[in-house]
T-cell receptor
Framework: AQKITQTQPGMFVQEKEAVTLDCTYDTSDQSYGLFWYKQPSSGEMIFLIYQGSYDEQNATEGRYSLNFQKARKSANLVISASQLGDSAMYFC????????????FGSGTRLLVRP | EAGVAQSPRYKIIEKRQSVAFWCNPISGHATLYWYQQILGQGPKLLIQFQNNGVVDDSQLPKDRFSAERLKGVDSTLKIQPAKLEDSAVYLC????????????????FGNGTRLTVT
């Protein structure tokens, strides 16, 4: 079964506007962590933001915020005031608190920011 | 601090040949991961080490892939013999996780090795 689902293969956003990238996850654990990574065309994986399952407030990190809806098992990434440099692949990932703490990734969303 | 180092950056081989990739994690990081990322897809975990022991290798094609992490530091991933479908970027990552208290620790990735099998 797919653990992490990103239903938007590609997204466009106008520069300076906000955009939301969707992520839903599947777990029966009560303790887990959700991560978002950015992968520019150069290929490196850049950590953006983290949300723990017990965190009561949505995580924020600069222009990135996470819209965490635990009951719906969604952890959408919101990028405010988009910049041309935000054009990249974005991956949602989950870590379950089992013995391995492995990180499982979704299939990604390609974001293109238009000038 | 120095990041995760990987080499080579690119590799082109013919099918049925063998290839090896090397990874040096961030100093002090107990956990090391190898991911395979096929073009247009998300990274897929191949193997995870905790120090020099294997924690998870459930998705490693063990008939052709092998990996080791001697002395709990550097790691090598080998493919023998390679197939066309092994063409991908192989990403190495590390983090500090060694207990439940550090489960929010993000993975730090290397720049990857892009493998092309012809």
């Amino acid at each position: 079964a797919q653990k992490i689902t990103q239903t938007q293969p590609g997204m466009f956003v106008q520069e300076k506007e906000a955009v939301t990238l969707d992520c839903t996850y599947d777990t029966s654990d009560q303790s887990y962590g959700l991560f978002w990574y950015k992968q520019p065309s150069s290929g490196e994986m850049i950590f953006l933001i983290y949300q723990g399952s017990y965190d009561e407030q949505n995580a924020t990190e600069g222009r990135y915020s996470l819209n965490f809806q635990k009951a719906r098992k969604s952890a959408n990434l919101v990028i405010s005031a988009s910049q041309l440099g935000d054009s990249a692949m974005y991956f949602c990932a989950m870590r379950e608190m089992d013995s391995s703490y492995k990180l499982i990734f979704g299939s990604g969303t390609r974001l293109l920011v238009r000038p | 601090e120095a990041g995760v180092a990987q080499s080579p950056r690119y590799k082109i081989i013919e099918k049925r040949q063998s290839v090896a990739f090397w990874c040096n994690p961030i100093s002090g990081h107990a956990t090391l991961y190898w991911y395979q990322q096929i073009l247009g897809q998300g990274p897929k975990l191949l193997i995870q080490f905790q120090n020099n022991g294997v924690v998870d290798d459930s998705q490693l094609p063990k008939d052709r892939f092998s990996a080791e992490r001697l002395k709990g530091v550097d790691s090598t991933l080998k493919i023998q013999p390679a197939k066309l479908e092994d063409s991908a970027v192989y990403l190495c990552a590390s983090n500090k996780i060694s207990s439940e208290s550090s489960y929010n620790s993000p993975l730090h990735f290397g720049n990857g090795t892009r493998l092309t099998v012809t």
